[in-house]
């Protein structure tokens, strides 16, 4: 809670200026900034991150495994070549990303432990004013931004997210959400249900089979998975032909894009060969006769939501040995040792892990203004995925669903990076997207294709997220091969940014009329 005091102190002192303030130091945000300094080397900016250090997912996820669900030639850089096994440890990725810190030289410029708790875009200024909580220092400071890149993620970190069923007040061992995970937990002799069939789940649940006398994974909706050995043919032999690390990170990258493509291609194009393929892998790796119909396949079609890769098939491996075990059931109730299911079994436990998701953070659920004016980004249209109509001045880093993220936080670096540039060379001090008059009657949709893409978190989350329209700039697009030559490719001066200056900035670059400030419709 911050005191009178402090409200009255961060209202009277000047704020610290930047050209651009970067939110969140996690693989956005380094990614982020390591190119604004390639590209736009006389910017002035800052890293705030909220957390004590980097990382931001990996640094608040510590459950035992965790491990990324995507290979890292993809979640890794562009421009900083992974030369590991392709899916990763959190203590790797921390290793990776402390790398990049260092190599791009952007330790000076984070600033750890600064919480952004309200952003107003001042039309006088032309400039974002930031009320910013110093966790360290225990005070409230002020900054100012020309522009705002939002790199902190989509995570809520402060809070996982656990559905309330009946009688968890009563049950008398432990409930945890892997987001805040114990730490020294002795798990030893206890009889543990992780509820929920994802990624966490399948990083959990081996990981947890030596520790505890037994592991069980209730799910209610079984999830399709994909098991394969923790390796890369091509990119063991062309380590082993002592090919430079940047051109293997590249051909390995170009190989997973399209591989990943190949594979959603055929999840449109022919679905039940595709599951039967992902089902029939499973059911090699588990004992003769266990009911793969009843725990593995799913009532929804492959890459709906995404499939999680399980390295080695350690899932399996801990359930065909049998140190876990998979129940499908919905719950009826929790008692005082235990679940009691739907179907009437029960389920005694010591200790019960809601790996059931997480809640999302829409722009780091930070207060939004425009000259003291509520945001809201319901009522917003997006550019792309990236910026949206009547919010000057920022951008927004959101990555894929069925590609990894950082493939698209590398694509809006570079149209950010190129954004900022034209408006420096043109005089510009603030740009927005607008719709045109073609574009005001058309049809507006949620954030996504919910057909296409449907996790939990976002769809608890629609509501509270931009609108899409029905034409590709006004979409989130989540083709990587297409964003990959669009995204470069966009026009700055394509009438659907509006760029405001001052008077004398836009005489001197020889602006017309039509380029000044238009409102958003």
Partial sequence: MVSDRQNIAAGTQQPEKFDVIIVGAGISGIGSATLLRKHCPDL????LEALEGHGGTWLIHKYPGTRSDSDLFTFG?????????????RDQILDYLGDAIADAGLGPFIRYGHSVTSANWSNETASWQLTVERKGADDVVQMEASFLWMCQGYYRHEKGYTPQWPGMDRFKGQIIHPQHWPEGLDLAGKNVTVIGSGATAATLIPAL???????????????????????????????????DPAWVHEIMRRKVVRDRADLLDRAQSSPDKLKAMLIGGVQALLPEGFDVDRHFTPPYRPLQQRVAFVPDGDLFKAIAEGKASVVTDTISTFDETGIVLSSGERIDADVVITA?????????????????APVNFAQTVTYRGIMFTGIPNMAWVYGYGHYSWTLRADLVAGFVCRLLDHMHKSGANSVMPVLMPEDQGMELKPWVDTDYLNPGYLLRSLDRLPRRGDTPEWQHSQDYFYESEAIPAIDLTDPVFAYSYRPMQREAAGMGHHETM???G
């Fill in 44 to 47: 002035s900016f800052a890293i």
């Fill in 77 to 89: 850089y562009g421009f900083k070549p992974w030369t590991g096994q392709p899916i990763a440890s």
């Fill in 518 to 520: 238009r409102k958003a």
């Fill in 209 to 243: 089979a030596d520790r505890c006398a037994h592991v069980t994974m209730l799910q209610r909706t079984p999830t399709y998975f994909a098991a394969g050995r923790n390796a890369d043919a091509l990119a063991e032999e062309l380590r082993r032909l002592d090919v």
């Fill in 356 to 372: 059931t998701g997480f809640e999302m953070a829409v722009m780091g659920e930070i207060p939004f203004s425009i000259d003291g």
